[in-house]
């Protein structure tokens, strides 16, 4: 890809030590030589070598703007793999505004959302996988979302998408030549080879599939629901894992009406909390809608915790609770455990299958052994991001499905011994669905949705 150069202020607009405005495209050195000015004033900058960095001054015109590092990153060896010059001066929100001015005034035009990372991909410097994995890593507000997007940026999507690729290209080309040559390429005992093949690569195909929801929580945050009657405790055991009071906490039962959301982070995984309504019958009109939004809160939920008061006994709210928890991911924390136990860890043990934790919200007791399980169902202990590959967007999740349906069909044709050419088809179909993964075989359209979600400079 060539075209008109471009150029962006590439960090956060608020005061800070430094600021970088990046240009890129085919004028990017004519015009970084227009507004720099050397201290000595002896070599000019469109003469440097790439990857060179060079200290002197901006000018608009004959007026001094700033005092600036310049980088220099000559195409096809840049993030775009373009000529690319990267400006640091000082991060004053004025003075990043006054350079750009000024190289846009030497002849560059303002960058749109994500141009920078387009042209990145359009220049075949990443895929398309890659590219979203960039926006990811921007994102990311927990350390595990941080190590997935990084390891999709290494490649690590468009690694295992390449070769089931390269096994479904194999057997299309092996179709076509025995259709094209059959005297010298027979297809005798064929249909059992490619049975296997196929079966494989829908394992494949299905693990990578089935991440997309551990992958979704890695980086959107497990939606966690708390649930449990009035003065169970649950906004204690909000405003403990916060760190701040953000419910309001009495001795009053009803004291929430409405669902409050938190985002924390504990050992690395998010969890978007929300403190729900106590249920329980009520006349109240105002709590009687809070009551329902947290039932209806909790049948939406990835994981439910079931705060219980351990020095009051199991009631018909306890067993609505119950009830709505069945075939639910939920942890049972079993409060106020500082105070003379009516209902025990063992009793909940015993009618239910969920794990049971006695913790103290107000002696803030207990929330390490709540972290560790948390980790435990949804993870499976320690992630490793070495091996493992996590789908986190829904449109590779789509393609992977029409890939895998694909393979299904040509399954379906092999038990039905239909011809070979109905084969090939099919993996054809499942070769260009994952191909979109990484790129291949999408519109302009879609290009320019995906980038024009990332932000200016990027």
């Known amino acids: 890809m060539t075209g008109d150069t471009i150029a962006a202020i590439a960090t956060a607009m608020s005061a800070s030590g430094i600021g970088i405005i990046r240009i890129s495209g085919d004028d990017s050195m004519e015009i970084i030589s227009k507004v720099y000015r050397s201290k000595g004033g002896k070599k000019k900058i469109k003469e440097a070598e790439s990857h060179t960095i060079h200290y002197g001054f901006i000018y608009d015109n ?20 373009e000529d690319t010059v990267e400006i640091d001066c000082h991060g004053g929100v004025l003075a990043m505004k006054k350079v750009l001015e000024a190289v846009i005034h030497a002849g560059a035009r303002p960058a749109e959302p994500g141009e920078f990372t387009k042209r990145a991909f359009l220049n075949g410097r990443i895929d398309l996988s890659q590219a979203e994995a960039v926006i990811d890593v921007i994102q990311a507000k927990n350390e595990y979302a941080l190590k997935s997007s990084l390891s999709q940026l290494k490649g690590s999507v468009l690694t295992s998408i390449k070769e089931i690729r390269s096994s479904i290209l194999y057997h299309i080309a092996y179709i076509e030549s025995a259709l094209d040559d059959p005297e010298h ?59 701040e009071e953000k419910a309001i906490v009495t001795d009053i039962a009803g004291t929430t009406r409405d669902v409050l959301e938190e985002t924390i982070v504990l050992q690395g995984i998010s969890l978007r909390m929300m403190d729900t309504a106590g249920i329980r019958a009520t006349e109240d009109v105002v709590e009687k809608i809070g009551v329902e939004r947290a039932r209806a809160y909790a049948k939406d939920a990835d994981l439910v915790l079931y705060v219980v008061d351990s020095s009051i006994p199991l009631d018909e709210n306890d067993e609505e609770i119950l009830e709505i928890l069945r075939d639910k991911k939920a942890i049972i924390l079993l409060n106020k455990s500082d105070l003379t136990p009516v209902v025990t860890k063992e009793m909940l043990e015993a009618r239910t299958d969920m794990p049971v934790l ?41 393609a992977l499905e029409e890939a895998y349906q694909s393979l299904t069909m040509v399954e379906n044709s092999i038990a039905m011994e239909m011809p070979e050419d109905f084969f090939s088809i099919d993996l054809m179909n499942a070769y260009e669905a994952l191909g979109r993964i990484v790129g291949e075989s999408v519109g302009e359209d879609l290009v320019n949705e995906i980038f024009s979600k990332f932000c200016t400079g990027k």
């Open 185 to 243: 390429i027979s297809l005798d005992g064929y249909s059992e080879k490619l049975a296997q093949t196929v079966e494989e690569e829908k394992k494949k195909i299905r693990r990578l599939a089935d991440s997309f929801d551990e992958g979704k929580m890695i980086r959107e945050g497990i939606r966690t629901v708390i649930v449990g009657k009035p003065n169970a405790g649950k906004s204690s055991l909000l405003n403990y894992l916060v760190g």
């Open 62 to 81: 004959d007026t001094m703007i700033d005092e600036v590092l310049v980088m220099i990153m000559k195409g096809p060896r840049s993030y775009t793999g």
């Open 358 to 398: 006695a913790i103290s919200a107000r002696q803030e007791q207990g929330v390490e052994l709540l972290e560790e399980q948390i980790k435990s169902m949804f993870f499976a202990g320690e992630l490793s991001f070495n091996d493992e590959v996590y789908i986190t967007n829904v449109r590779h999740k789509t």
